[in-house]
């Protein structure tokens, strides 16, 4: 049972590496250029790549505070866009 769990593990770790080796390349051939700029009042979050045992993983960091939660729909939108 454990060789199945490491196997999965292992499996899951190739599928990220893979996704972000297909993202990289689409960024390479520019491909995205024809989606419309996103416009913000907010500042975009900072990412940061780390590895964590060979795991590639990104840190995301937002400045100042996040809104506090309303029960408005249109407020978690404009949350959830941010």
Avoid: C, W
Avoid at 60 to 66: D, I, K, R, S, V
């Amino acid at each position: 049972m454990k060789e199945k769990v490491d196997g999965l593990k292992e499996l899951l770790r190739y599928i990220e590496m893979l996704k972000s080796d297909v993202m990289r390349r689409i960024l390479e051939l520019d491909d995205n250029a024809v989606l419309p700029p996103v416009s913000t009042v907010y500042p975009g979050a900072k990412a940061k790549p780390l590895l964590v045992n060979d795991y590639p993983i990104y840190q995301f960091a937002y400045e100042g505070a996040l809104p506090l939660y309303q029960q408005d729909g249109k407020y978690r939108a404009a949350i959830r866009h941010y």
